[in-house]
């Protein structure tokens, strides 16, 4: 008996003993998803930065397990598209309430994007099943990791967002699914009022 818990104690040793690793990888991925939004915030072609995590195959499982939000939205795209430029702004406006270092609602959505006219990325978006562009799924971060989708696929607890078309319908969506009253106003600061969880509007004067 005793014997057998030696074996076992010492199988435990070895195995912690050899993949230090739990908080190793946490450590190491979380310093994927920094590096992704670093990157991100600083792209070189002049253009105002993204708020929208833009992740391709590499990245795509790590940063959705290792994100602190608990839900993700990601928006499959194909950068020579112009429904996909037309839409950018929209996405823009609700991802800036939600990511980046001075976001309002940090940590509750991470907002991202997969650019599907990139070879690297292809075999992720017939994972998700992307016929068009722009196409948004939401879900809980963690199920994306490994994750697949189909259309009209029952138990599934990734979704299509089907009611995204501008910023104002793509944050209403949002706050039907999570009961929350996220204003597009939030980001501006107190100058255009803050919303209160009754609905109602002060503004700080
Ligand atoms: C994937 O994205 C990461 C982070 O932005 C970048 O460093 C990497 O080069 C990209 N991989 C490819 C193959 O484009
Ligand atoms: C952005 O890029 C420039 C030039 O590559 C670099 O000097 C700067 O430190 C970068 N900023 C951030 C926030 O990474
Ligand atoms: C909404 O909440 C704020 C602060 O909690 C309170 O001052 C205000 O009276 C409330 N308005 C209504 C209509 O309940």
């Known amino acids: 008996m005793s014997c057998i818990l030696m074996v076992v104690l010492a199988l435990f040793l070895l195995i912690f003993g050899a993949f230090p690793s739990s908080s190793w990888a946490s450590i190491d991925s979380g310093s994927i998803l920094s590096t992704v939004i670093v990157n991100n915030n600083n792209n070189s072609n002049g253009d105002q930065p993204d708020f929208a995590v833009d992740l391709n195959a590499t990245n795509f499982d790590a940063v959705l397990r290792d994100t602190p939000s608990t839900h993700a939205i990601v928006q499959f ?41 990139l070879k690297i990325n292809k075999e992720l978006c017939d994972r998700f099943s992307v016929v068009h562009y722009p196409m948004l799924l939401w879900g809980p971060s963690s199920k994306f990791v490994a994750g697949d989708w189909k259309p009209r696929q029952d138990k599934s607890e990734i979704n299509a967002i089907d009611d ?42």
């Not at 429904?83 to 270092?101: M, Q």
């Open 77 to 117: 795209s194909a950068h020579w598209s112009p429904a996909c430029r037309n839409y950018k702004p929209h996405y823009e406006k609700v991802a800036r309430l939600f990511n980046g270092p001075e976001a309002v609602h940090p940590g509750i959505i991470l907002m991202t994007r997969v650019d599907c006219a």
């Open 164 to 205: 995204r078309r501008t910023a104002d319908r793509l944050l209403n969506w949002i706050n039907k699914q999570m009961g929350s009253s996220f204003g597009l106003a939030d980001a501006d600061g107190f100058d255009e009022g803050l919303e209160l969880e009754n609905g109602s509007t002060v503004s700080s004067g």
